[in-house]
């Protein structure tokens, strides 16, 4: 199984850094952050003035926790330092928030973090066209750029299991043996819908034998017919994070989808779980611009920023996504590389989720999974 669509170039520096020396230089990056106030939504810290259509300020709509407190200290501040630009943190990038600003014409925030499962579903006419310089990055590639967004780390969700599973040590290799409960036997649980992130059609499929560069469109109601016959052996659908690897160190599963950041943790603690890359699904968190920001330019800034090597080597060895140029990969310690995401080695047997699929199909799927859950 091949990334879809696209992998990764080869890029290869004369510069290695160890993991050591990478979070020294992402403390110099930080610009000596640890006696700094890090940067909040109410602006405290600036270099300059902030209000107007200036380019001395920058408001970001994100998710908050800890992502952002890596994100903070390893980009936007370091890039307020080199520029004199303020970063500000809001957020959450709501749709309903965006749309209303856009439509007011009271514009907030400048720039979101999201993707095109974000972007999609509320409209492009709601967000700017990137610069040029923006949409061809070296070493980015170009399917995780879009005129209106602008990719800075890959996630994945994966099939891992307990290693107190009687199957254990001859693992599973697929979805197909995650839908197969004889040989494989014990309770599952996959990504429901209540939370508004799509589930896991696309493992439903896999499980049933299709083809991972075969599975866009969905067939929605092949992936229905396959999550009926794993429902009973579901006792809950995971919706936050945390969920699948508490249910699988509990032993309330022998198996589950995850994301690769939170069992890859579980795993290097010592908690009694597996995973295997095969057949996951990475996603693009992507920055937006919002159509109409005040500080358009300064956004486009802070999006080209983010996107370089040493940047992103920084950030993603402090918060274990995948980074998005795959020039930072040379940058890392190399152990530590090969378990992110965007590892040439692990995109080999990955495919990527199609957002513009479920910017289109979203609400519908959404709302049919909530009632087969229900009954």
């Not at 589930?199 to 439903?204: G, H, Y």
């Not at 095969?278 to 693009?284: C, I, S, T």
């Not at 090969?338 to 080999?348: A, C, F, V, Y």
Request: glycine share 12%; net charge negative.
């Amino acid at each position: 199984m091949k990334a879809s669509p696209g992998r990764f170039p080869s890029h290869r520096s004369s510069l290695h850094i160890t993991r050591r020396d990478l979070l020294t230089r992402g403390s110099a990056l930080a610009g000596g952050l640890a006696a700094a106030t890090l940067v909040s939504g109410c602006g405290g810290g600036s270099s300059g003035p902030s209000g107007g259509g200036g380019g001395d300020r920058v408001v970001v709509a994100d998710w908050g926790g800890a992502l952002v407190e890596a994100e903070k200290k390893y980009i936007f501040d370091p890039f307020s330092k080199e520029t004199g630009i303020e970063v500000v943190v809001a957020g959450p990038p709501t749709g309903a928030r965006i749309k209303a600003m856009v439509e007011t014409g009271t514009i907030e925030w400048d720039v979101i973090a999201g993707g095109p499962g974000t972007v999609l579903p509320i409209g492009r006419d709601y967000f700017e066209e990137l610069p040029d310089r923006l949409l061809d990055i070296p070493g980015v590639d170009h399917s995780y750029v879009d005129r209106n967004w602008l990719t800075y780390y890959l996630f994945s969700v994966v099939l891992a299991w307990s290693t107190k599973a009687p199957w254990a040590k001859r693992g599973m290799k697929g979805w197909q043996d995650f839908w197969d409960v004889q040989a494989f036997p014990g309770r599952r649980t996959l990504r429901g819908a209540d939370n508004g992130v799509p589930p896991d059609m696309e493992f439903a499929l896999l499980g049933d034998g299709v083809v991972a560069d075969r599975l866009y469109p969905l067939d929605v109601e092949r992936a229905f017919v396959s999550l009926d016959r794993l429902k009973p052996h579901v006792p809950q659908w995971w919706v936050s994070g945390a969920q699948p690897g508490q249910m699988l160190v509990g032993e309330q599963v022998a198996a589950s989808s995850i994301f690769s950041g939170r069992v890859g943790a579980l795993k290097n603690s010592g908690a009694p779980v597996d995973f295997t890359w095969n057949g996951g699904m990475f996603e693009l968190a992507s920055w937006s611009v919002i159509k109409g920001a005040p500080h358009k330019e300064a956004a486009f800034k802070l999006m080209e920023y983010s996107l370089r090597p040493e940047v992103q080597a920084a950030v993603w060895s402090n918060y274990p996504n995948g980074p998005a140029n795959s020039k930072a990969l040379d940058l890392m310690d190399k152990d530590f590389a090969k378990t992110l995401p965007s590892h040439p080695d692990n995109l080999e047997v990955q495919f990527m989720q199609n957002g513009e699929w479920w910017g289109e199909h979203r609400d519908a799927v959404l709302k049919r999974f909530q009632t087969f859950a229900a009954t």
